[in-house]
């Protein structure tokens, strides 16, 4: 698996030419920020084609949160509000279609839980032999919580889950060290888009000199370093 | 007979169709219930129940899927005649009394009267000529259900559940007439083909004998024994 400090350091020499100094415009953390969004942006693109084509999400990507601890959602109101138990997840999870951003939960158990949007439980709740119980778990997601719908309050000390998801990825917060979640058919495109938009920054994008409106994304060198000034 | 969990044939069902969600899974538990309801009943669910009468009503077990015959008996244990009256109000008055008799050595005997029992959709109702009742013995075909109270499902009826949950996914996903069909008609096949097996179930050899006894013995001159 690959670091952090081999992708920053992999753009890094292909935008300067191989030679890095410590006066260079271009900072790691910058690096580190666009290399975070590109990855997710394409990770996301890569899951949902294999989605689409009823493919399974690569393994690559898959983080588990074990033994999840669960607790109560604090309501402001002093009614007798049915209180929601949740477990909370360290990561942000990726966005993906059909909320795929969580693979599986299992309880610690074993038992699967499985997913219901929040929209569709009012009607799973009206179903006799669908509707959430202790044998017949179900959750729904909204951001880093999930909640679980069939488990009593009393039930929390005693039920932990596992939770199985793709999380989205911060580089800035990684060390050099932590290995960088990205698969083999990603990995050459992402460097490739941190190197490209690299380039915008250090040497600026082309003039539209046609006058036609169009935006050239194309990256071009700087002046100088295109047509090299000839000895004054 | 073997039964199956519902989860293990939602299971099986899931492996045969395409574009499956968890929601699509979770319905489909329903869908199992659906099916078992359309696929008739057999002899071997029947159960047979002791319930206690409260405020003139009997609360039908959770699993009753239809009522076979029930007894009525006061608190010594004796059968009380009753009559099952559709619906669960008397429109005629009730003229009849209980009688009590002595016999010649002194003992009292309690004569009932019939009582009227009717039934709805959870609860057996006693009339109001049947306060002496004191348990009911229920026999009645149950749904065959695992501790948790969900459907079990017989090893005949698991094909067409899953033939059944296809066309409901089907149906969900809104797919092209002719998919829609075809399900149906693998769903309908395998039903009948479920309803046959339990019927054909129920009738084992003895009970084959004792009916074709019955038929024989108005055949004169015939000699059962040889039989």
Same mark, same amino acid.
């Given at each position: 698996m690959i670091t952090k400090a081999q992708i920053i350091s992999d753009c890094e020499l292909q935008l300067l030419q191989a030679s =890095?100094?410590?006066?260079?415009?271009?900072?790691q953390r910058q690096l580190a920020f666009w290399a975070s969004y590109h990855l997710n942006e394409l990770v996301t693109t890569e899951i949902n084609s294999k989605i689409a084509r009823g493919e399974?999400? =690569?393994?690559?990507y898959v983080k588990r949160a074990a033994c999840e601890a669960g607790d109560t959602e604090d309501t402001d109101?002093?009614?007798?509000c049915q209180k929601r138990i949740y477990f909370e997840l360290d990561d942000e999870v990726l966005t993906i279609n059909k909320d795929m951003g969580i693979v599986r939960v299992v309880t610690s158990e074993g038992d699967q839980v499985l997913r219901a949007s929040t929209e569709t439980l009012d009607y799973i709740h009206l179903l006799r032999y669908a509707k959430p119980t202790v044998n017949n778990l179900v959750y729904s997601r909204q951001g880093k919580r999930i909640f679980i719908e069939?488990?009593?309050?009393?039930d929390i000390p005693f039920d932990k889950i596992n939770v199985y998801y793709v999380p989205k990825q911060d580089l800035l917060a990684l060390n050099d060290t932590d290995e960088v979640l990205v698969s083999d058919l990603v990995l050459p495109s992402l460097i490739d888009q941190v190197v490209s938009r690299g380039k915008l920054e250090l040497y600026g994008t082309q003039a539209d000199?046609?006058?036609?409106?169009?935006?050239?994304?194309?990256p071009v060198y700087h002046q100088e370093i295109a047509r090299p000034q000839t000895e004054q | 007979m073997q039964y199956f969990s519902i989860d293990e044939v939602v299971a099986e069902a899931m492996t045969v169709t395409?574009? &499956?969600?968890d929601a699509d899974r979770l319905i489909a538990r329903q869908w199992v219930a659906s099916a078992l309801s359309q696929m008739g009943m057999s002899e071997d669910e029947i159960v047979v129940c002791e319930l206690t009468p409260k405020n003139l009503l009997v609360r039908k077990p959770d699993?009753?899927?239809?009522?076979?015959e029930l007894a009525c008996y006061d608190s010594s244990g004796n059968l009380i005649p009753h009559t099952f009256r559709a619906?669960?109000?008397?429109?005629?008055?009730?003229t009849e009394t209980r009688t009590v008799t002595t016999n010649s050595e002194g003992t009292q005997i309690i004569t009932y009267t019939t009582v009227d029992v009717s039934e709805d959709r959870f609860n057996i109702i006693l009339g109001t000529?049947?306060?002496? &009742?004191?348990k009911v013995k229920l026999r009645y075909y149950a749904y065959p259900v695992d501790n948790d109270g969900m459907p079990q499902i017989r090893e005949d009826e698991k094909q067409a559940c899953v033939y059944y949950i296809r066309f409901c996914k089907a149906m969900k996903d809104d797919d092209n007439q002719s998919k829609i069909q075809l399900a149906e008609s693998m769903w309908l096949r395998a039903c009948d083909i479920a309803r046959a097996a339990k019927k054909s179930s129920s009738l084992n050899n003895d009970k084959a004998k004792t009916i074709a006894k019955i038929m024989n013995s108005m055949i004169p001159n015939f000699n059962r024994s040889t039989f």
């Open positions: =890095p100094s410590d006066e260079t415009e271009l900072d399974m999400i =690569p393994s690559v109101c002093e009614d007798d069939g488990l009593k309050e009393v000199g046609t006058n036609d409106g169009i935006d050239e994304k194309t | 395409s574009n &499956v969600t699993n009753c899927r239809k009522v076979y619906g669960n109000k008397r429109i005629y008055p009730n000529n049947a306060t002496s &009742v004191a």
